[in-house]
Antibody, heavy 120, light 114 residues
């Protein structure tokens, strides 16, 4: 069974940093591209970042470019999101999501999410 | 970015009746080389992550009840629940994955029981 378990969320002041983790199991982690998607309070889904299966290619939404860094450790089956210079508008539940079909970036598996609250 | 617009924002349907949600993309998500529409549908219940229902506009995921169906091509798509059940109360999102990596989602449609 595929499992994605996020951690690392919490309350942080504006300008602060957090590192989110997503522990993966039940599939060959090193074979899958992975994404982060966030959902603000009572809001819709917004794509944040993605990383290739080997970790050599990354891309970001314009809203987080230069502040967030996606990475992965295939030896630990873990995905990361380093978030710096956090703003109030980054407040959201952050989900890691697995691309389960190499031919299309739709998400067959999601974690339960971790809540990030940016507030003074 | 491709903008995805769903309608309506919410709808209330009687148990056993049909629910229809539409999704319109600002540009075509039909890839001509393989004739596939790069469009997915998700269901999200309160406190849960989204669940993939349909990919490639009309391919139902394993385990998804056959009362859920997807149709459409190009820029106009529909998710139909043929006979609404209480378990279907949720928010439904469409997503385009034609324009990667920046996939985009519709704003969501809330489905309730009338």
């Amino acid at each position: 069974e595929v499992q994605l378990v996020e951690s690392g969320g919490g309350l942080v002041q504006p300008g602060g940093s957090l590192r989110l983790s997503c522990a993966a199991s039940g599939f060959i982690f090193s074979s899958n591209w992975m994404h982060w998607v966030r959902q603000g309070p009572e809001k819709g889904l917004v794509w944040v970042a993605r990383i290739s299966s080997e970790g050599t290619s990354t891309r970001y939404a314009d809203s987080v470019k230069g502040r967030f860094t996606i990475s992965r450790d295939n030896t630990r089956n873990t995905l990361y999101l380093q978030m710096n210079s956090l703003r109030a508008e980054d407040t959201a539940v952050y989900y890691c999501a697995r691309v389960s079909d190499d031919s299309g970036s739709f998400f067959g598996d999601w974690g339960q999410g971790t809540l990030v609250t940016v507030s003074s | 970015d491709i903008v995805m617009t769903q309608s309506p924002d919410s709808l209330a349907v009687s148990l056993g009746e049909r629910a229809t949600i539409t999704c319109k993309s600002s540009q075509s998500v039909l890839y001509s080389s393989n004739n596939k529409n790069y469009l997915a549908w998700y269901q999200q219940k309160p406190g849960q992550p989204p669940k993939l229902l349909i990919s490639w506009a009309s391919t139902r995921e394993s385990g998804v009840p056959d009362r859920f169906s997807g149709s459409g091509s190009g820029t106009d798509f529909t998710l139909t629940i043929s006979s609404l059940q209480a378990a279907d109360v949720a928010i439904y999102y469409c997503q385009q994955y034609y324009d990667t990596p920046g996939v985009t989602f519709g704003q969501g449609t809330r489905v309730e029981i009338k």
